[in-house]
Protein backbone atom coordinates (compact mmCIF):
# COMPACT_ATOMS: atom_id res chain seq x y z
CA UNK A 1 0.00 0.00 0.00
CA UNK A 2 0.95 3.65 -0.92
CA UNK A 3 0.81 6.73 1.00
CA UNK A 4 0.56 10.20 0.17
CA UNK A 5 3.12 11.86 -1.38
CA UNK A 6 5.22 13.47 0.71
CA UNK A 7 6.50 17.69 0.44
CA UNK A 8 8.91 18.92 2.32
CA UNK A 9 8.51 22.67 3.10
CA UNK A 10 10.98 25.33 4.02
CA UNK A 11 9.72 28.78 5.55
CA UNK A 12 12.06 31.51 5.26
CA UNK A 13 12.47 35.58 6.68
CA UNK A 14 12.56 38.11 4.25
CA UNK A 15 15.89 38.77 4.56
CA UNK A 16 16.78 34.47 3.80
CA UNK A 17 17.34 33.66 7.69
CA UNK A 18 15.37 30.07 7.81
CA UNK A 19 12.12 30.34 9.85
CA UNK A 20 12.17 26.15 9.97
CA UNK A 21 11.55 22.91 8.20
CA UNK A 22 8.96 20.52 8.24
CA UNK A 23 7.15 18.25 5.82
CA UNK A 24 3.31 17.64 5.28
CA UNK A 25 1.32 14.78 2.95
CA UNK A 26 -0.15 16.27 -0.75
CA UNK A 27 -3.81 15.82 -0.48
CA UNK A 28 -4.66 18.09 -4.00
CA UNK A 29 -2.88 19.92 -6.10
CA UNK A 30 -4.23 22.29 -9.00
CA UNK A 31 -3.41 25.83 -10.17
CA UNK A 32 -5.37 27.43 -7.42
CA UNK A 33 -4.17 26.26 -4.86
CA UNK A 34 -2.17 22.76 -2.59
CA UNK A 35 -4.16 21.22 0.32
CA UNK A 36 -1.42 19.53 2.80
CA UNK A 37 -2.26 17.50 5.50
CA UNK A 38 0.00 17.99 8.63
CA UNK A 39 -0.84 15.22 11.34
CA UNK A 40 -0.51 15.54 14.96
CA UNK A 41 3.08 14.59 15.67
CA UNK A 42 4.86 16.01 12.66
CA UNK A 43 7.99 17.54 13.96
CA UNK A 44 8.71 21.79 13.09
CA UNK A 45 13.06 21.39 12.31
CA UNK A 46 13.39 25.11 14.01
CA UNK A 47 15.74 26.11 16.47
CA UNK A 48 15.50 23.21 19.01
CA UNK A 49 11.90 22.28 17.55
CA UNK A 50 8.41 20.72 18.17
CA UNK A 51 5.88 18.21 17.31
CA UNK A 52 2.24 19.26 16.47
CA UNK A 53 0.17 18.86 18.63
CA UNK A 54 -3.27 19.28 16.62
CA UNK A 55 -3.55 17.86 13.09
CA UNK A 56 -3.68 20.23 10.31
CA UNK A 57 -4.60 20.85 6.62
CA UNK A 58 -2.33 23.58 4.81
CA UNK A 59 -3.72 25.46 2.16
CA UNK A 60 -1.39 26.89 -0.08
CA UNK A 61 -2.26 29.68 -2.42
CA UNK A 62 0.70 30.27 -5.32
CA UNK A 63 0.83 34.12 -6.43
CA UNK A 64 -1.16 35.21 -3.06
CA UNK A 65 0.44 36.91 0.03
CA UNK A 66 -0.95 34.12 2.56
CA UNK A 67 -1.28 30.25 3.52
CA UNK A 68 -3.44 29.28 6.04
CA UNK A 69 -3.20 26.53 8.27
CA UNK A 70 -6.23 24.67 9.80
CA UNK A 71 -5.66 23.37 13.51
CA UNK A 72 -8.31 20.16 14.18
CA UNK A 73 -9.31 18.58 17.45
CA UNK A 74 -9.11 14.86 17.86
CA UNK A 75 -13.00 15.24 16.98
CA UNK A 76 -12.03 16.01 13.40
CA UNK A 77 -13.35 19.45 14.52
CA UNK A 78 -12.32 22.90 13.74
CA UNK A 79 -10.53 24.31 16.66
CA UNK A 80 -8.99 27.78 14.28
CA UNK A 81 -7.39 28.82 11.19
CA UNK A 82 -3.84 30.25 11.91
CA UNK A 83 -3.04 32.89 8.46
CA UNK A 84 0.68 33.19 7.72
CA UNK A 85 1.34 36.40 5.88
CA UNK A 86 3.52 35.84 3.49
CA UNK A 87 5.18 37.02 0.21
CA UNK A 88 3.40 35.56 -3.05
CA UNK A 89 5.28 32.49 -3.78
CA UNK A 90 5.94 29.69 -6.66
CA UNK A 91 4.24 26.37 -6.36
CA UNK A 92 6.51 23.23 -6.89
CA UNK A 93 7.75 22.22 -10.41
CA UNK A 94 7.84 18.67 -11.42
CA UNK A 95 11.55 19.16 -10.55
CA UNK A 96 11.43 20.85 -7.71
CA UNK A 97 9.30 19.01 -5.47
CA UNK A 98 9.24 21.75 -2.39
CA UNK A 99 6.90 24.23 -1.02
CA UNK A 100 8.86 27.06 -0.12
CA UNK A 101 7.76 30.31 1.17
CA UNK A 102 8.70 33.83 2.66
CA UNK A 103 7.07 34.89 6.26
CA UNK A 104 6.16 38.29 6.68
CA UNK A 105 5.88 38.22 10.70
CA UNK A 106 2.50 39.24 10.36
CA UNK A 107 -0.21 36.40 11.17
CA UNK A 108 -3.96 36.20 11.82
CA UNK A 109 -5.83 33.92 14.22
CA UNK A 110 -9.54 32.95 12.16
CA UNK A 111 -11.75 31.13 14.50
CA UNK A 112 -15.12 29.26 12.95
CA UNK A 113 -17.66 31.81 13.93
CA UNK A 114 -15.40 34.13 11.92
CA UNK A 115 -13.76 36.37 14.57
CA UNK A 116 -10.61 37.23 14.39
CA UNK A 117 -7.00 38.45 16.22
CA UNK A 118 -4.44 40.28 14.18
CA UNK A 119 -1.22 38.48 16.37
CA UNK A 120 2.65 39.70 15.71
CA UNK A 121 1.65 43.03 14.68
CA UNK A 122 4.79 44.52 16.80
CA UNK A 123 7.14 41.99 14.99
CA UNK A 124 5.85 42.57 11.14
CA UNK A 125 6.40 47.02 12.55
CA UNK A 126 9.91 45.61 13.56
CA UNK A 127 10.21 43.71 10.71
CA UNK A 128 9.67 46.53 8.09
CA UNK A 129 12.73 48.62 9.79
CA UNK A 130 15.00 45.68 10.60
CA UNK A 131 14.53 43.98 7.39
CA UNK A 132 13.95 46.84 5.23
CA UNK A 133 10.27 45.88 3.68
CA UNK A 134 9.53 47.72 0.59
CA UNK A 135 6.58 49.37 0.58
CA UNK A 136 4.63 46.94 -1.91
CA UNK A 137 5.79 44.23 0.43
CA UNK A 138 4.24 46.25 3.57
CA UNK A 139 1.24 47.31 1.08
CA UNK A 140 0.58 43.56 0.53
CA UNK A 141 0.81 42.11 3.49
CA UNK A 142 -1.70 44.85 5.13
CA UNK A 143 -3.76 44.54 2.72
CA UNK A 144 -3.71 40.31 2.61
CA UNK A 145 -4.58 40.59 5.63
CA UNK A 146 -7.51 43.00 5.66
CA UNK A 147 -8.80 41.10 3.12
CA UNK A 148 -8.85 38.23 5.41
CA UNK A 149 -10.40 40.04 8.06
CA UNK A 150 -13.50 40.73 5.92
CA UNK A 151 -13.48 37.36 4.41
CA UNK A 152 -13.23 35.76 7.80
CA UNK A 153 -16.38 37.92 9.09
CA UNK A 154 -18.77 37.03 6.32
CA UNK A 155 -16.86 33.47 5.78
CA UNK A 156 -16.26 33.59 2.37
CA UNK A 157 -13.41 32.65 0.20
CA UNK A 158 -11.29 31.35 0.82
CA UNK A 159 -12.83 30.32 4.34
CA UNK A 160 -15.66 28.80 2.41
CA UNK A 161 -12.89 26.39 1.59
CA UNK A 162 -11.98 24.74 4.41
CA UNK A 163 -14.42 22.23 6.26
CA UNK A 164 -15.80 22.68 9.70
CA UNK A 165 -15.47 18.62 10.22
CA UNK A 166 -13.06 16.38 9.25
CA UNK A 167 -14.45 13.00 7.71
CA UNK A 168 -10.74 11.10 9.37
CA UNK A 169 -7.67 12.08 11.18
CA UNK A 170 -5.33 9.62 9.13
CA UNK A 171 -4.82 10.75 5.76
CA UNK A 172 -1.23 9.85 6.19
CA UNK A 173 -2.50 6.15 6.19
CA UNK A 174 -4.40 5.84 3.14
CA UNK A 175 -3.33 4.77 -0.20
CA UNK A 176 -4.34 7.29 -2.33
CA UNK A 177 -5.81 4.74 -5.28
CA UNK A 178 -8.10 4.08 -2.51
CA UNK A 179 -11.89 4.43 -1.98
CA UNK A 180 -11.26 5.55 1.72
CA UNK A 181 -9.14 7.92 0.45
CA UNK A 182 -11.40 9.41 -2.54
CA UNK A 183 -14.20 9.87 -0.01
CA UNK A 184 -12.32 11.90 2.20
CA UNK A 185 -10.86 13.73 -0.47
CA UNK A 186 -14.07 14.69 -1.76
CA UNK A 187 -15.07 15.75 1.43
CA UNK A 188 -12.14 17.57 2.26
CA UNK A 189 -12.09 19.91 -1.42
CA UNK A 190 -16.15 19.99 -1.22
CA UNK A 191 -16.88 18.04 -4.11
CA UNK A 192 -19.58 16.25 -2.41
Excluded at 3 to 30: C, H, I, M, S
Excluded at 92 to 114: A, F, H, S
Excluded at 116 to 130: G, N
Aim: glycine share 4%.
Amino acid sequence: MTQAQRLPVRKTKFNGDLWGTFEVYLLQEDDERIITWEPRGTFIHRRSGWAMRFDHLQFFYPNRWFVISADYGTNGLLRHCYCDITMPWQPPTRTKRQIEYIDLELDLRVMPDGSSLIQDEDEFDDAIVTMQYPDHVRDGALLALQMLIESARAWTEPFAQIPLVLPRLDFHALAPDSPEWQTAIDVITMRK
